[in-house]
T-cell receptor, first 113, second 111 residues
Framework: QQQVKQSPQSLIVQKGGIPIINCAYENTAFDYFPWYQQFPGKGPALLIAIRPDVSEKKEGRFTISFNKSAKQFSLHIMDSQPGDSATYFCAATSGGTGNQFYFGTGTSLTVIP | DAGVTQSPTHLIKTRGQQVTLRCSPKSGHDTVSWYQQALGQGPQFIFQYYEEEERQRGNFPDRFSGHQFPNYSSELNVNALLLGDSALYLC??????????FGPGTRLTVL
């Protein structure tokens, strides 16, 4: 079954808007939650990641919000730009070594100029 | 500092053939993971190599095998190709840590 559920499947926002992508997980052993950005024909690039001991992390225009009790985490993109148009994947893993990453199904984001 | 590199970029094979994909990890990384990404889907874990051993494996048949060399580079081999094996194959490297860095992928088309 899908270990990490991601929504929405697609998202269209105006430039300057704040798209929000949500992910939910079941396995409470997960302790590392990265977000990846992928452009067509390219490999996923790490954007930002969070551990369960904090509820929020910001890096530039990207923010992760983490709700441990609800087993949910989300990506917010502040002041979105057309160059942010890409597919975004959340992922989860447990442990630091030798554990596989479980990816969500992806969200296709389009930022309209 | 070179990131993760993969070769070839694209590959076209016919059903029943065998294919070998190659990956060089990011400098200083010792762990290599392989993923299959079908069109419109998230990456699916195939297996992970550390110290030249397969450390963990996802839900893929034995037709998928791999190898890691002493210099930490890795190969993914797929035998008896099926149409459903057509996908982007991604290699990710890490240094015994959570953060995995992905290469650009190899696009495999099976006809």
């Amino acid at each position: 079954q899908q270990q990490v559920k991601q929504s929405p499947q697609s998202l269209i926002v105006q430039k300057g808007g704040i798209p929000i992508i949500n992910c939910a997980y079941e396995n409470t052993a997960f302790d590392y939650f990265p977000w990846y950005q992928q452009f067509p024909g390219k490999g996923p690039a790490l954007l930002i990641a969070i551990r369960p001991d904090v509820s929020e992390k910001k890096e530039g225009r990207f923010t992760i919000s983490f709700n441990k009790s609800a087993k949910q985490f989300s990506l917010h993109i502040m002041d979105s730009q057309p160059g942010d148009s890409a597919t975004y994947f959340c992922a989860a893993t447990s442990g630091g070594t030798g554990n596989q990453f479980y990816f969500g199904t992806g969200t296709s984001l389009t930022v309209i100029p | 500092d070179a990131g993760v590199t993969q070769s070839p970029t694209h590959l076209i094979k016919t059903r029943g053939q065998q294919v070998t994909l190659r990956c060089s990890p990011k400098s200083g990384h010792d762990t290599v993971s392989w993923y299959q990404q079908a069109l419109g889907q998230g990456p699916q874990f195939i297996f992970q190599y550390y110290e030249e051993e397969e450390r963990q494996r996802g839900n893929f048949p034995d037709r998928f095998s791999g190898h890691q060399f002493p210099n930490y580079s890795s190969e993914l081999n797929v035998n008896a190709l099926l149409l459903g094996d057509s996908a982007l194959y991604l290699c990710a490297s890490s240094l015994q840590a959570d953060t995995q860095y992905f290469g650009p992928g190899t696009r495999l088309t099976v006809l």
